[in-house]
């Protein structure tokens, strides 16, 4: 390893390199995802109707499906300078260790304090609700790394934030709540006894571990109630997608002066915002017709929304009161075994990766989560970096493809999204160094289980 490399090991660009606009996918994509609907109506949101839900701002951001650069604020920019730009890795140690003639690269997104790539669209809602003059904002959080992510920003604007903590990860993660709250935020475990919804999920499911689906319902009726409060989402939103496509540009812009052209892009997908993120300007070349790139979402085997469930209209909330979107799904009431990945425990996907899936533009897998921690396990050791279960998924699958590459001699170059660290996944490590880890993968009675939760339209 002592041979100077042509590619250094970090491509950090400098901050005058950082993008000035979002890129919108959506302006690029000949299939537009299909819009959001009314919950009561069956109707497309319009823009009224979003603002009770969401910030202004985000709501026309959410719908803007022919912008295709939207500028980043100032003040969202300076705030994006404490952490970014995030540096692009040659996993020179990986490829040694995996004797692969492929070329391996990793987006960093895990060196701020929440841990992951969140912090982009979070600082981004929390500038707009504050620009719109309101008091605070609702949201929930699985894994921990939104809920983080949102607490930081709102303190730093000084805005009241109020977060509903996937029960699971609220016991299985302490520290993580504690974080939250030295940021200032509330934080309840949900399903909790606070909102109707909560106590309705209680009801039907005693005893249960919670879920994105039921948070969301809790945080939605929480902002409802309050005034001067809305409702902020991590992930799956077209507006979330749109923050997060700062990662893409970024890394596009670092392969670009040295290069470097990946021939396979992979991101773990939970509801979408990474993946999309990532791979927003390369799609939008492929879409474009000007270069052709693979690109891999990888989902948890317990939680296969896009690999086994149904692209259908459904609710993005176990509760029923948010609009409908048409995604991959599981069903609403879909409850994903309590495996460790939590951010990626979610019955839905990104409309927008949705389409581009449902359109053959993309490929997905599924892994199971000790082959996750195998890899996570190997890569921290070689690569020095603890990486977050969620972020492991993709690491996973990149190992495979680089693995391929030894048996077909193949000199492929393939990134990979590197979404956050692990520090708060412990719980989860000590079982993998246990050997308790086990595998959930749902049988089909109970995916149609689920499905029979989708509503008929
Ligand atoms: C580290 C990390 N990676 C990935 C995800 C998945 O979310 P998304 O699909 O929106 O990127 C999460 C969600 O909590 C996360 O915390």
């Given at each position: ?210 879920s994105l689906g039921c948070a969301i319902s ?99 909330d176990t ?13 609403n ?13 979610y019955h ?110």
């Open positions: 390893m002592a041979e100077e490399k042509k590619i250094p090991y970090k491509i950090y660009l400098e901050e005058k390199e950082m993008p000035t606009a979002w890129y919108n996918l959506r302006a690029d994509m000949k299939n537009k995802p299909a819009p959001l609907l009314n919950p009561g109506t069956r109707k497309p949101m319009k823009q009224e109707e979003l603002e009770q839900v969401f910030c202004r701002e985000l709501a026309a951001q959410e719908l803007d499906d022919e912008t295709a650069y939207i500028p980043i604020p100032e003040e969202i920019r300076n705030f994006y300078r404490m952490y970014r730009p995030s540096p692009l890795v040659r996993a020179y140690c990986l490829e040694e260790k995996l004797q692969t003639p492929a070329k391996i690269y990793y987006k960093f997104e895990g060196n701020n304090t929440s841990g992951s790539h969140k912090l982009n669209s979070a600082i981004a809602q929390a500038y707009y609700a504050k620009k719109q003059g309101l008091k605070g904002v609702t949201t929930e959080t699985g894994a921990g790394q939104w809920g983080t992510a949102l607490s930081m920003a709102c303190a730093y604007l000084e805005l009241d934030c109020r977060v509903y903590m996937v029960k699971v990860s609220y016991e299985q993660k302490p520290f993580r709540r504690e974080v939250m709250r030295t940021y200032g935020a509330t934080v309840t475990p949900s399903p909790s006894g606070e909102t109707e919804a909560g106590r309705a999920i209680l009801k039907k499911h005693p005893g249960t571990t919670g809790e945080a939605v009726e929480a902002a409802a109630s309050r005034e001067g409060y809305r409702y902020v989402l991590g992930s799956v939103l077209n507006q979330v997608l749109l923050h997060q496509s700062v990662i893409g540009l970024e890394t596009k812009t670092a392969m670009d002066k040295y290069g470097i052209v990946p021939d396979v892009i992979i991101g773990c997908a939970g509801g979408g915002s990474n993946l999309g993120g990532l791979i927003s300007p390369f799609m939008g070349e492929k879409i474009r017709g000007e270069k052709d790139y693979r690109i891999i979402g990888v989902e948890p085997a317990s939680c296969p929304s896009l690999t086994r469930g149904r692209f259908a209209y459904d609710f993005c509760g029923m009161v948010t609009p409908l979107a048409k995604m991959y799904t599981l069903g009431n879909f409850i994903p075994s309590p495996n460790h990945a939590g951010g990626l425990r839905g996907m990104s409309p927008v990766i949705s389409q581009l899936y449902h359109d053959g533009l993309m490929e997905a897998v599924s892994v199971e989560q000790s082959a996750v921690f195998e890899a996570a396990e190997l890569f921290a050791r070689v690569e020095g970096i603890l990486p977050a279960p969620e972020s492991s998924h993709a690491i996973r699958v990149a190992m495979d493809e680089a693995l391929r590459c030894k048996e077909t001699g193949e000199e492929k170059t393939i990134l990979f999204g590197l979404t956050g660290t692990g520090y708060f996944d412990m719980v989860a490590y000590e079982k993998y160094n246990d050997g308790r880890m086990t595998d959930e993968i749902p049988g089909q009675e109970e995916l149609e289980r689920g499905f029979a939760t989708i509503p008929r339209l």
